[in-house]
């Protein structure tokens, strides 16, 4: 019987934060426009995010996870990397600890499906003249998180 699990077509996951608060309002559609209205991209620069939608954190489709992003440039990241963005200003504070677990539940989610290590996990600092995602994010710490037992 063939294998169910499907392999993903990237090399790591680059983790963003949009730098905006996040209003419990679905403000993905405003970045949506941003990046295709005032940026002229075809759709939305990222390939998921992580809003709060009401009273719960839920993970938003962008591009499709066939196509190559447009979130970091450098090094040709945006073919190699899943992009995810956290709504929410992370140099202000770090992110709120529902939002972190949903995070790291997905993330690890998506290690597993891409046959990936934690430290696959980058951020948008990494690669860019960037805080992304977030002075207040610990990389070091989100990586450790996935890598414990759930």
């Given amino acids: 019987m063939p294998s169910t699990q499907a392999v993903l077509p990237f090399s790591y996951l680059m ?12 403000s993905w559609g405003a970045i949506r426009r941003y990046h295709m209205q005032e940026l ?5 620069g990222y390939h998921a ?10 993970i938003l489709v962008g591009r499709l996870w066939h196509v190559s ?3 970091c440039a ?7 990397a899943f992009g995810l963005c956290l709504i929410g200003n992370f ?9 972190w677990d949903r995070a790291v539940r997905f993330v690890r989610w998506f290690l ?6 934690p430290a696959a996990v980058v951020g948008h600092r990494d690669y860019a003249p960037k805080t992304c995602p977030g002075t207040q994010f610990d990389l070091g710490q989100f990586r450790l998180d996935l890598a414990a037992t759930p």
């Fill in 15 to 26: 983790l963003h934060h949009s730098l905006t608060a996040d209003s419990g309002t679905v």
């Fill in 40 to 44: 002229g991209w075809r759709e939305i």
């Fill in 49 to 58: 995010g992580i809003e709060l939608v009401g009273d719960h954190y839920e």
């Fill in 69 to 71: 992003g447009a979130h």
């Fill in 74 to 80: 450098q090094a040709g990241m945006n073919t190699k």
């Fill in 91 to 99: 140099d202000v504070a770090p992110p709120p600890p529902a939002q």
């Fill in 112 to 117: 597993a499906h891409a046959a990936l290590p």
